[in-house]
Nanobody, 124 residues
């Protein structure tokens, strides 16, 4: 099991920004593609973004393209999701996830390893 840990969620007004972080204690993330997946109340999971290993290609869902940016800092063993121009529709629990593969698959893959999630709430 990969011990993924998310942080950075919170309450923000519409139009605001948040940066989520995903790290793993005792496990190096550099080698693996890492995804962000969200789940809003009463809705299914939605793959938001994915970054391949070692700053490889990045991918975004159409719903967040141009507003969210995924990146990684290998020195800090952390993957970030910078979220700008947030909308109430972005309200959800956000999870980082991985299949311990080097490349991203479909954003909505049934990832094998998940963090505990961090809540993002956007008020109108």
């Amino acid at each position: 099991q990969v011990p993924l840990v998310e942080s950075g969620g919170g309450l923000v007004q519409s139009g605001g920004s948040l940066r989520l972080s995903c790290t793993a204690l005792g496990f190096t993330l550099d080698y693996y593609a890492i995804a962000w997946v969200r789940q809003a109340p009463g809705k299914g999971r939605e793959g938001v973004s994915c970054i391949s290993s070692f700053d490889g290609p990045t991918y975004y869902a159409d719903s967040v393209k141009g507003r969210f940016t995924i990146s990684r800092d290998n020195a800090k063993n952390t993957v970030y999701l910078q979220m700008n121009s947030l909308e109430p529709e972005d309200t959800a629990a956000y999870y980082c996830a991985t299949d311990t593969l080097s490349t991203c698959r479909s954003l909505n893959s049934p990832y094998e390893h998940w963090g505990q999630g961090t809540q993002v709430t956007v008020s109108s």
